[in-house]
């Protein structure tokens, strides 16, 4: 295996631990992860490879083919220093530091093996397929490995959705749950608090096609920054909430709109979207929602801890965010029903509605994503939609697999002729794969 023999060039010995972690794809729910709804990707078959092997230090030596054999080093501490903004070693420095926060008391750090690893693998980068997340989560497994330590994959789970944030995004935990759960043959109805993660079988006769728009999603640039943005819009919209509820008698504090779903308050979808018509205006600006909280530091805090200035000028989307939230949650409800059914073309309209919500209520699409989703429409495609986070990055497909070729070259043909758009990679044909695991 290369990366086997890369390891082996590099570090001249035999790793004695090989880590397959996959990305992922998200078919619907966008955004409603970190809200407390649920989500419905699959792990694909592209992965990130760890070759590895425990040394007798307390040590981790990186290597990364996918930048030209850089290798970094660093010690195993409880607060690893970050190494500078965007650098890939600090979605390894996340899944190491996730495990050591989750498994070691003070002293306990003394009893860990160090380790050296090399990585490679062929997960597109920045095209929404979740490369860092499988990262972090391979360098958490590499150091688990190392030490012959085993965990549940749900409880790593919920470990590396929060070891990411040390990269300075604040989402949710879709990405890794899909990465450690996956399952071949299987999309994953996904819910949150507490992590869930259900199997719906995939109908064999169609293919889940991945297009790159081409538009780097980078999350360490524009798009941090408006991840960041949406992620506060939400958390002001929560505080709106509680106000507007406990001012009409109902004094019930969520911590996230998903608990409203479930017992003691067990809201229907419907009721959340009655509410949130009623309570929530679509925008507002900082002066609005602090006058309406009675509470600057409580909204104040929301920014800071998103990394969000507190501009006057800033208007606050809440209301329109939390419609698609509640929408697309409702949508990947119905959608685990008609997969069952194999009511593939319902399925897909879900898939439809879904882009539109994202497009005009979330606002995370863009031209060349909206344009990706029309043409593959109209090129053979049954569903198609904007995956992950947005601002850039794929869209996901849904192709009868007698469409493929056909499918294929229309793309092609259309919007891939364009020279200033991507070929390498842009098109790829995936299924539904095993989670990360040692081979
Ligand atoms: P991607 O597309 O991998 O950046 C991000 C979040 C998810 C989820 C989606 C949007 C991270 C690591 N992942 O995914 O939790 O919120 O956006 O649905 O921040």
Known sequence: METERSFQESFQKTPTFIIRAPGRVNLLGEHTDYNGLPVLPMAIDRCIVIAGC????????????????ESITFDLRHSIPK?????????VKAGIQGVI?????????????????????DIPPASGLSSSSALVVASALALLHANQITYDPHVLAEWMAEAEWFVGTRGGG????ACLLGRADHLLKIDFFPLKANPVPWHPDYSVVICDSGVQAKKTEGALQAYNLRSAECQLAKLLLNNYLDKSGKPIS??????????PHSYTYDDLNQLIQHALQDSYDLEEIISILANEKAALDILNDCSIPADANQQFHCGKRYRHIVTDGQRVEQSQDLLLNQDMHSFAKCMRLGHQSARDDFEISCPELDQLVELALQNGAIGARLTGAGFGGSTVNIVHKKQIESFTEKMQSTYYQDQSKPT?????????????ESV
């Open 54 to 69: 425990a040394r007798d230090d307390q040590t981790i030596q990186a290597i990364s083919s996918h930048h030209q054999n």
């Open 83 to 91: 190494h500078t903004q965007g650098h890939w070693v600090n979605y």
């Open 101 to 121: 926060s989750n498994i070691c008391k003070d002293d306990q750090i003394n009893d860990l093996s160090g380790c050296d690893i090399f990585l490679s693998g």
């Open 174 to 177: 879709m990405d890794q749950a």
């Open 254 to 263: 969520i911590n996230r709109l998903g608990d409203l779903l479930h017992p």
């Open 424 to 436: 390498k990679n842009s098109i790829l044909i995936t299924k539904p794969s095993n989670g990360a």
